[in-house]
């Protein structure tokens, strides 16, 4: 069964940083894409941020030499290190396997990022 376990959010000043985690279990992780995705108050899921499974990388444009998703392909881990945050950085945050969009429909329970202006 796929799963996907979400860590490291909180709430921080506009200007902090955070790094969030994401533990993934139930498929062959290393040859996955694997991506971030949030959810901000009364707006619909969107990408954020992708790894290939080359370690290729793509970023949504508002985030760009801001955020930086990584992998550690030993530990079936995911991270995406948050710098410069501002308050339209604020939701929940999501990982999936998948580079352009979601690959499975099962979703972790997020974690919360809180950006105060």
């Known amino acids: 069964q796929v799963q996907f376990v979400e860590s490291g959010g909180g709430s921080v000043q506009a200007g902090g940083s955070l790094t969030l985690s994401c533990v993934a279990s139930?498929?062959?992780?290393?040859?996955?894409?694997l991506s971030w995705h949030r959810q901000g108050p009364e707006k619909e899921r969107e990408l954020v941020a992708s790894?290939?499974?080359?370690?290729?990388?793509q970023y949504k444009d508002s985030v760009k030499g801001r955020f930086f998703i990584s992998r550690d392909n030993a530990k079936n881990t995911v991270y995406l290190q948050m710098n410069n945050l501002a308050p339209e950085d604020s939701g929940v945050y999501y990982c999936n396997s998948g580079w352009a969009r979601p690959l499975f429909p099962n979703w972790g329970q997020g974690t919360q990022v809180t950006v105060a202006s």
């Open positions: 790894i290939s499974n080359q370690n290729g990388t």
């Open positions: 139930g498929f062959t992780f290393h040859s996955h894409h």
